[in-house]
Structure formats: structure tokens, C-alpha cells
């Protein structure tokens, strides 16, 4: 290998000794391409051949494990209006969860894909974190978030940013719009641990952390992720962490989480990512799809 990475700054000058990546399992999963698919067209007998049965408590993994290839196929020609013909419709990416006393870490390798020239940035990579306060997290990953109204989709009219559809006083086919529940109902639904953590680095291209929650909306927070990038060849590697204890979701040994991927690669923006299905993570040990030892 003839290419030396070439390691920029972290972007957080407290970030924690890296762990030993070469002695901690990796696991590859492919994120797809899933056009303009929202959780609304999920839910909806007639359109999504799976609705039934997802509204039933079914799990999106639970059918389609296997078959991103094709469903980002499908999704990019007949589910996006506006598709983005440039690159592949999935991505092989590498992942690998480490912890030590205080610091959970997550670490992402993918390879470059061709240049969309959308956003300066080369590419973002972002995870979502739910400690089971957010049910439709575990069944539904990212489509917990996604809605018909939110900017981009096929109904989305605003800039209106993901958010959780337990936040809005009603539901249609087209998403919740902008009317919330009163504020008592968002005060408990809040206090019982609804909302998404979202992590995220944009590899601008040294890497700029950021997170926060998805509640009524995107929501940023004051930064507790750090983030260190580097790259060989074409290939991109991350590392994003943070204190267990820092965020939205308090991190504990033996507790299950929900976790999922969404990766804007080669300059894409917006809803041109790619996603993964959702994954389960436990800290220690235990049944989960990634164990951080
Ligand atoms: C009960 C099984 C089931 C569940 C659960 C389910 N699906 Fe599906 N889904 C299907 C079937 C069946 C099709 C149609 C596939 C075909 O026609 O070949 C489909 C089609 C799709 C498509 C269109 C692409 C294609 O290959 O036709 C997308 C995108 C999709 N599902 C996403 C999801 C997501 C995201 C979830 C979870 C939120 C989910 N599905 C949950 C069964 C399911």
C-alpha cells in the first residue's frame, strides 16, 4: 500500500486517545439510496407492499434483509422524482464500535463515490441514537424521522427538517405539517425520552462534529461529539465518540440501543444519501448486530 493517510486535526481538542482499531471486530453493511421513500409511504397498504405488517410491529430488517441492491434500484427509479444519476445506488461501508471507561467510539469506512458537486463538503457521515425511548427507532431507522412534508420529499413545500411524528397534532399520508401537539403532551413525551440523537461529521474535508436531537424538529445542541477523519486511496475512515454520559441518550453497559447510517458521499446533499436499515448496539456484551467490548 503505497498511500500514507493523511490524518487532519480532530475537531474537538479533547477527544480521547483513539482505542486499537485493528484488534476491535468490523462489521460491513450496505446503505442504500432510498429516493423519495418516506415513513408515510411506508405506512400506506397499496403502495409499500410491506404496510400491513410494518404497521403490524414488523421491523423493516425483518423482510428485507439483504436486499439493498435492489431496493435502490427500485427506489431511485420509481420512487424519486428528481434522482441523482451520477452515483451507485448503494454503499459498502465498514463499521466498528469500541468504548472504554467514559467514551463511546463509532468507526466508519467507505470509499469515495463520484462527485454530485451538491455541497462543499466532501462528504457527512451521521448516526442516530435511541436508548428505546423512541419505539419506531428500533423498527424503522431513519424512516422514523423521514417524512412525506419534510424538505425534499414529495410533499415537502418548506425547509421543514426531519422530526418525529408523535410531535404533531395529526398524521396524513403527506406527513404532520406544522401544527404540534400542546405543550403538556410534548413536555411528557420528551420527559419519557422520545426524540432522536443524531451524531454527525462533515468532512469539509478536515471534520466539523456536530449533534443534537430529533424531536418536533432538528435540533442542533452545544457539541459533545468528537470526530477525527483521514483518508487513504479513496477510501474515507472516521471516528466519531462521545462521553457516555453527554448526551440526549445516556449510554450504559448490558442496555440495548437502535442505531442507524446516513452518508452523503461524493459532494451530495440533503435526502441524496445513503441509509441503512436499523441495527441493535450493546455496550459490554450481549445479542445485538454490534457489541462495543
Ligand atoms: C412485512 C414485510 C415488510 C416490512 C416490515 C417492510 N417492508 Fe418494505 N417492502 C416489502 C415488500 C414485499 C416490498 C415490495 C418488494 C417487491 O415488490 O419486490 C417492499 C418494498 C419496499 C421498498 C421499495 C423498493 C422495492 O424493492 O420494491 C422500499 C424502499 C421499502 N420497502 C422500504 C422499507 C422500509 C424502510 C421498511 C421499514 C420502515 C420496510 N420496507 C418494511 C415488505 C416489507
Known amino acids: 500500500m503505497r498511500a500514507l493517510p493523511l490524518l487532519f486535526l480532530a475537531s474537538f481538542s479533547a477527544a480521547a486517545a483513539a482505542p486499537n482499531w485493528a484488534s476491535v471486530p468490523s462489521k460491513p453493511i450496505t446503505l442504500f439510496m432510498p429516493g423519495q421513500t418516506s415513513l408515510e409511504w411506508l405506512m400506506t397498504p397499496g403502495e409499500h407492499k410491506g404496510a400491513d ?3 403490524a410491529g414488523a421491523a423493516c430488517l425483518s423482510c428485507h434483509t439483504g436486499q439493498e441492491r435492489v431496493m435502490g434500484d427500485v427506489a431511485r427509479k420509481k420512487y424519486d422524482r428528481a434522482p441523482l444519476g ?7 461501508v465498514t463499521v466498528q464500535f469500541a468504548r472504554d471507561a467514559d467514551t463511546l467510539y463509532v468507526r466508519v469506512t467507505f470509499a469515495d463515490t463520484p462527485d454530485a458537486k451538491q455541497d462543499p463538503a466532501a462528504a457527512k457521515v451521521a448516526m442516530m441514537l435511541d436508548g428505546g425511548g423512541t419505539p419506531e427507532a428500533a423498527r424503522a431507522g431513519c424512516w422514523a ?5 419534510s424538505a425534499a420529499m414529495p410533499s415537502g413545500k ?3 427538517t426531519m422530526y418525529l411524528g408523535k410531535t404533531r397534532a395529526l398524521m396524513t ?4 405539517g406544522d401544527t404540534l401537539k400542546p405543550a403538556g403532551e410534548l413536555a411528557r413525551l420528551k420527559a419519557s425520552g422520545y426524540g432522536i440523537e443524531y451524531w454527525q461529521v462533515a468532512l469539509t ?3 466539523v ?9 432538528r435540533t442542533p445542541a452545544k457539541t459533545v461529539v468528537a470526530a477525527t477523519a483521514s483518508r487513504a486511496g479513496n477510501q474515507w475512515t472516521e471516528v466519531l465518540s462521545r462521553k457516555l454520559t453527554t448526551g440526549q ?3 450504559v453497559p448490558g442496555k440495548k440501543y437502535a442505531v442507524a447510517f446516513a452518508i452523503n458521499a461524493g459532494h451530495s446533499a440533503g435526502r441524496y444519501h445513503y441509509v441503512s436499515f436499523e441495527r441493535s448496539l450493546i455496550l459490554g456484551g450481549g445479542a445485538a448486530d454490534f457489541v462495543a467490548k
Open 249 to 251: 441518550v445516556a449510554l
Open 158 to 160: 418548506t425547509p421543514r
Open 86 to 92: 451520477v452515483q451507485p445506488v448503494t454503499l459498502p
Open 209 to 217: 462534529a456536530a449533534n443534537g436531537v430529533v424531536f418536533d424538529k
Open 205 to 207: 474535508p478536515a471534520p
Open 145 to 149: 424521522m423521514c417524512h412525506d412534508d
Open 173 to 176: 399520508r403527506q406527513g404532520g
Open 53 to 55: 405488517r410494518f404497521r
